[in-house]
């Protein structure tokens, strides 16, 4: 699998804005910092015997960076390829007539991958807040091969009441801005594994699952996924599908959310905050309910 994460992508996460600001009744004029949005196409290639095949797969607004990881993850998480050796190559889209064009992503598959077509052909198209849309049903998870959780991984609510304030150190642009989401890996000890930053909650995931299936990580068995905001169903399902048997979310999980974790035994917490936490699914992950 060819690689080359292009670092200096010519387009920052962050731009200034001059803004005008009201503190103590006094107004003034300021930069304030922002968080970029931009849309991103994803492209998947394949190689018949008719020659290369091109399909446009997605559309997604996200906070330009890790576009490859972004790429990879969502099509992981819809089931379009199965693993890191399915995929050969992951670029920037060129031609002969323009430069590269760094918002269009290609990514290549092995010549023999099956493609499931009515996937590809919904030419999915997402936002920065509502996710994959029109995908809510469980049956669907269960077609594409999702299997029920092991029961292994134990964590003390202990480590879950820190995650947040451990996430929230984590996140250098938000620091900058305020508006981005984040997803972040801890081991079972609360430990950070890694964290991404977009403007789309399901991006920032995305980009998290992208990153480890690209470095060869997955499934994530042991290990605890950390929501910024709320637990929605797009965001369990590719929980789900990277193996992440612990969820925990600064805000609330939807009911379809509680449903899918109850169905696979992923053990959901929402509300987690320094002093409390509500489990409502698979509560037997959490090692300290066991005296109680």
Not at 7 to 25: C, K
Not at 147 to 173: C, F, H, N, Y
Request: aromatic share 6%; glycine share 8%; with cysteine.
């Amino acid at each position: 699998m060819n690689f080359t994460p292009i670092t200096d992508r010519g387009s920052s996460s962050t731009t200034s804005h001059a803004v005008r600001r009201l503190r103590a009744g006094e107004w003034s004029v300021e930069d304030d910092t922002l968080a970029v949005e931009e849309p991103m196409e994803i492209r998947l290639i394949r190689e018949t015997a008719d020659g290369l095949d091109t399909r446009r797969i997605a559309v997604t607004m996200r906070t330009p960076g890790h576009d490859f990881e972004l790429a990879a993850g969502f099509l992981y998480g819809e089931s379009i390829i199965g693993g890191r050796d399915d995929v050969l190559d992951i670029s920037y889209c060129t031609d002969e007539d323009e430069p590269q064009r760094q918002n269009i992503v290609n990514v290549t598959v092995r010549p023999g991958l099956e493609v499931d077509d009515a996937s590809v052909q919904r030419n999915f198209y997402t936002t920065s807040s509502c996710g994959v849309c029109g995908k809510a049903a469980l049956e669907s998870l269960e077609i594409h091969g999702c299997a029920v959780l092991p029961r292994g991984a134990r964590v003390p609510d202990s480590t879950l009441r820190a995650l947040p304030q451990r996430l929230r150190e984590a996140q250098a642009t938000f620091d900058r801005t305020g508006g981005l989401h984040a997803a972040g890996l801890f081991d079972l000890d609360g430990a950070l594994l890694g964290l991404f930053e977009d403007v789309g909650r399901h991006n920032a995931l995305d980009k998290l699952v992208g990153s480890a299936l690209i470095e060869g990580r997955l499934p994530l068995t042991d290990s605890i996924l950390m929501l910024s905001g709320r637990a929605s169903f797009e965001l369990l399902q590719k929980a789900l599908a990277a193996r992440i048997p612990v969820v925990a979310s600064v805000g609330a999980p939807s009911s379809l959310a509680v449903e899918l974790a109850e169905s696979f035994d992923i053990t959901l917490a929402g509300f987690v905050r320094a002093d409390s936490l509500n489990v409502y699914a698979a509560a037997h992950r959490i090692s300290d309910l066991d005296a109680r």
